[in-house]
T-cell receptor
Framework: DAGITQSPRHKVTETGTPVTLRCHQT?????MYWYRQDPGHGLRLIHY???????DKGEVSDGYSVSRSKTEDFLLTLESATSSQTSVYFC?????????????FGPGTRLTVL | GQQLNQSPQSMFIQEGEDVSMNCTSS?????WLWYKQDPGEGPVLLIA?????ELTSNGRLTAQFGITRKDSFLNISASIPSDVGIYFC?????????????FGQGTTLQVKP
């Protein structure tokens, strides 16, 4: 197992409330990613980070923000959760981020927005 | 956005049968990856392909990187009950070393003992 943990593993919240999901790695990998998984869509990239304080948007970044203040932690924030953000969220890490590298995934966080 | 078309969407097979699934795209990828996801877990890498035409095996799994770089397939031989899960293809393009993976929609495999 790649040393990736996500917290919380499950969360139920109400529309309009802020939510922060945490990804923690013990591998000292430079690249970290946040994906969401929805039926019929596979996994889609939300945001990624290529170093401390270095982040960029992915395919479905609207309504999400991220922060990376240290190598081991990558936070995903929903400033004001909506029902369309009900999903399973996965964090991934990779060492170099280039096309010969592979990404390793965490166990996921199931988020329900009522 | 870019898409990978993965087929079939689902398969229900008898234990011992061989399985084949594939991914196609209108875009070229430099790396193809195949992942398996068990219920309640994150995807786990099965096979990585880095060169057009490459054929790689991992136990009963065999995957190929299409010669056009726009497709890949995964074969599972002599399926067993623990092969049950969702299989995803993913493509990676060189884009300034950002490692942005594009995923297929997944193939759900069920194996009848």
């Amino acid at each position: 197992d790649a040393g990736i943990t996500q917290s919380p593993r499950h969360k139920v919240t109400e529309t309009g409330t802020p939510v922060t999901l945490r990804c923690h790695q013990t591998e000292n990998h430079r690249y970290m990613y946040w994906y969401r998984q929805d039926p019929g869509h596979g996994l889609r990239l939300i945001h990624y980070s290529y170093g401390v304080k270095d982040t960029d948007k992915g395919e479905v970044s609207d309504g999400y923000s991220v922060s990376r203040s240290k190598t081991e932690d990558f936070l995903l924030t929903l400033e004001s959760a909506t029902s369309s953000q009900t999903s399973v969220y996965f964090c991934a890490i990779s060492l170099t981020g280039d096309s010969t590298d592979t990404q390793y995934f965490g166990p996921g966080t199931r988020l329900t927005v009522l | 956005g870019q898409q990978l078309n993965q087929s079939p969407q689902s398969m229900f097979i008898q234990e011992g049968e061989d399985v084949s699934m594939n991914c196609t795209s209108s875009s070229i990828f430099n790396t193809w990856l195949w992942y398996k996801q068990d219920p309640g877990e994150g995807p786990v890498l099965l096979i990585a392909l880095y060169k057009a035409g490459e054929l790689t095996s991992n136990g009963r799994l065999t995957a190929q990187f299409g010669i056009t770089r726009k497709d890949s397939f995964l074969n599972i031989s002599a399926s067993i009950p623990s092969d049950v899960g969702i299989y995803f293809c993913a493509g990676l393009q060189d884009s300034g070393n950002t490692g942005k993976l594009i995923f297929g929609q997944g193939t759900t495999l069920q194996v009848k003992p």
